[in-house]
Structures are given as C-alpha cells and as structure tokens.
C-alpha cells in the first residue's frame, strides 16, 4: 500500500501558478495516480489522473518524474475559488485495494 | 449523466440508535465506495461494494455495514450509534477506463449529527 506525503498547508495569490507535491516512495508498478479537490462540506472531485510523464487537461497538469516516487499537480493561474484541500491518492484499479487520502494539502488563495 | 446522489443530505439521531444512508451511483458503474470524514481522522475506507459483493474493507467496528442491489444502488447502516460517529459519509461510484486506471466519482455527502 503506497503511503503518500503532501504539505498540510500552502499559501498563494490570485493569478499565481501553484505546485503542490505529492512523495510516494512505494508506489507499485500498477498504481496510477489520481488528485482529488474538495471544497468544505462537499465530497471531493476528481482532478486528473496520471501513471507516468505529464498528463494536462483543462484545469491542470500533473507531472510525474521517471521513477514515480513523486507526483507534482500544478494548477495555472490560481483564483479564490480554488482554495480548497487537494488530495493525492496512489493506487491499482479494482482488486483488493483499501484507497487511503491522507490529510491532503490545504490551499488558500489570497486576493 | 447524473452525478453521485446520496440521500438523506442531513441527518440527527440520538446515541443508540440506527441509521440506513443511500447512495445511487452514476449509470453504468458497478464499485460504490463509502467514506467517512471527520474533523479529526480525514478521509477514512469505510468499504467497497462491487456487484453486490462487499470487495473491501475499512477498519471500522462490525456496527458498520453495508450492501448493494442488482442496480448498482447501495445502503450503509449504522447500528447503535455513538457520539463520535458524527461526521460526513461520503459515497463514490468508479469505473475502471480502458486503460485500467480506475477514477472515483464522489456524492455530495450526508451530514450525520448524533445527539
């Protein structure tokens, strides 16, 4: 099971790029890598998802270096409505699979 | 296509009592996962349903229990409840691509309050 390591907290201002960096030194060699946004009070939504280079899609882009030990969700261009808590999660499809969050990466976007 | 719904959205019970929580997945997905949040704990596995078979299992106590109909649609319960199991219960349907990469859609949640 890949333990993952994000910062509890990050600061940004409106208009910035943010990286938020997830460690996941025991990724398996079938886990893909997917990042979650949650908002208080509402269930988390899917972001992107990626198993190895760079994925990008209309709201961010995900890189992930050759060995996969660390994932990087960079959000373009931040706005106040992207404050929420990002969430890197690690891990195969279907199976025998327990998806552990951790405590996720609470970002605050400042005017 | 319509997303995760979860009803009831919010919910009060007294400690000893039960609760049945329902959550309909998006059409065509099979695996409906239960969550709970909490303030102090995170994000934590409740179980997953797959076709109507429990597939995995969180660390919770035997008082949390679940099922899925032929329809996808599933219910968790909780029995005897207690204090602590305040907290928002978050359910997710996923579907496995092409790829093999498996994404998780999540529900709005219901807000359990135990008095």
């Known amino acids: 099971l890949a333990k993952t390591t994000q910062p509890i907290s990050m600061d940004s201002y409106e208009g910035q790029e943010v990286n938020i960096t997830c460690s996941h030194n025991?990724?398996?060699?079938?886990?893909?890598i997917t990042w979650y946004q949650q908002f208080p009070s509402q269930g988390p939504r899917f972001i992107i998802q990626?198993?190895?280079t760079k994925v990008t899609n209309e709201v961010a882009s995900l890189f992930i270096p050759a060995d996969r030990k660390s994932s990087t969700l960079s959000l373009p261009r931040v706005s106040l409505s992207d404050t929420a808590v990002y969430y890197c999660?690690?891990?195969?499809?279907?199976?025998?699979?327990?998806?552990?969050f951790g405590r996720g990466t609470s970002l605050i976007v400042h005017p | 296509k319509a997303g995760v719904t979860q009803t009831p959205r919010y919910l009060i019970k007294t400690r000893g009592q039960q609760v049945t929580l329902s959550c309909s997945p998006i059409?065509?997905?099979?695996?409906v996962s239960w969550y709970q949040q909490t303030p102090g704990q995170g994000l934590q596995f409740l179980f997953e349903?797959?076709?109507?078979?429990?597939?995995n299992k969180g660390n919770f106590p035997g008082r949390f229990s679940g099922r899925q109909f032929s329809n996808s649609r599933s219910e968790m319960n909780v029995s005897t409840l207690e204090l602590g199991d305040s907290a928002l219960y978050l359910c997710?349907?996923?579907?496995?691509?092409?790829?093999?990469?498996?994404?998780?859609?999540f529900g709005p949640g219901t807000r359990l309050l135990v008095l």
């Open positions: 059409s065509g997905h099979r695996s």
């Open positions: 990626g198993y190895k």
């Open positions: 349903y797959f076709s109507e078979t429990q597939r």
């Open positions: 997710a349907s996923s579907l496995v691509k092409a790829s093999g990469a498996e994404t998780q859609y």
């Open positions: 999660l690690v891990g195969p499809s279907g199976g025998s699979y327990i998806p552990t």
């Open positions: 025991n990724i398996a060699t079938n886990d893909y």
